[in-house]
T-cell receptor, first 114, second 115 residues
């Protein structure tokens, strides 16, 4: 079993729809959770960063973490064609200032149809 | 603020040849990472530097991969000899470790094809 599971898609939705992206993980030591967006032939770009369980909102994006279920989600409201990209969940353990490499999911390829 | 610079953008080599990638992080960022992203997969950490010291290289295939960060700024990643399974995008990232943005800034990567 991989440490982080993410459905690769593709996920195709019409413009304006609410998008839900999810990851599950197995390592209970993960404490920091991130969502990255990656356009074709570009590096990942940080969208959301959360530490604790609960919700965090930033504009059209909401990140949700449920540590008891080892489940994280990203919601995109009012989706736009420009949101079409691959979305990667990532997470890491507490590092105490040392090694803090991220463990990524495979990424979900999202397509927003105009 | 200039981003993370990587070169070359693309490289095609034959198996058993050697190749090197270069990364220039964001100015002032002490922490630098190299990730390998195989097609259809998420990035996988290869090595993490703090200034010019190695913090984590547990997933670096040390029989063929090497990396250095002289003077705590630029970094190079080398593969020698390359195998077909090394075909991937090699991403460099840097972190300033600010509380407001505890994520990395990635470069656009070097796409390596081994034939």
């Amino acid at each position: 079993q991989k440490e982080v599971e993410q459905d690769p898609g593709p996920l195709s939705v019409p413009e304006g729809a609410i998008v839900s992206l999810n990851c599950t993980y197995s390592n209970s030591a993960f404490q920091y959770f991130m969502w990255y967006r990656q356009y074709s032939r570009k590096g990942p770009e940080l969208l959301m960063y959360t530490y604790s369980s609960g919700n965090k909102e930033d504009g059209r994006f909401t990140a949700q973490v449920d540590k008891s279920s080892k489940y994280i989600s990203l919601f995109i409201r009012d989706s736009q064609p420009s949101d079409s990209a691959t979305y990667l969940c990532a997470m890491r353990m507490y590092s105490g200032g040392g090694a803090d490499g991220l463990t990524f999911g495979k990424g979900t390829h999202l397509i927003i149809q105009p | 603020e200039a981003g993370v610079a990587q070169s070359p953008r693309y490289k095609i080599i034959e198996k058993r040849q050697s190749v090197a990638f270069w990364c220039n992080p964001i100015s002032g960022h002490a922490t630098l990472y190299w990730y390998q992203q195989i097609l259809g997969q998420g990035p996988k950490l290869l090595i993490q530097f703090q200034n010019n010291g190695v913090v984590d290289d547990s997933q670096l295939p040390k029989d063929r991969f090497s990396a250095e960060r002289l003077k705590g700024v630029d970094s190079t990643l080398k593969i020698q000899p390359a195998k077909l399974e090394d075909s991937a995008v090699y991403l460099c990232a840097s972190s300033g470790r600010t509380a407001a943005n505890y994520g990395y800034t990635f470069g656009s990567g070097t796409r390596l094809t081994v034939v």
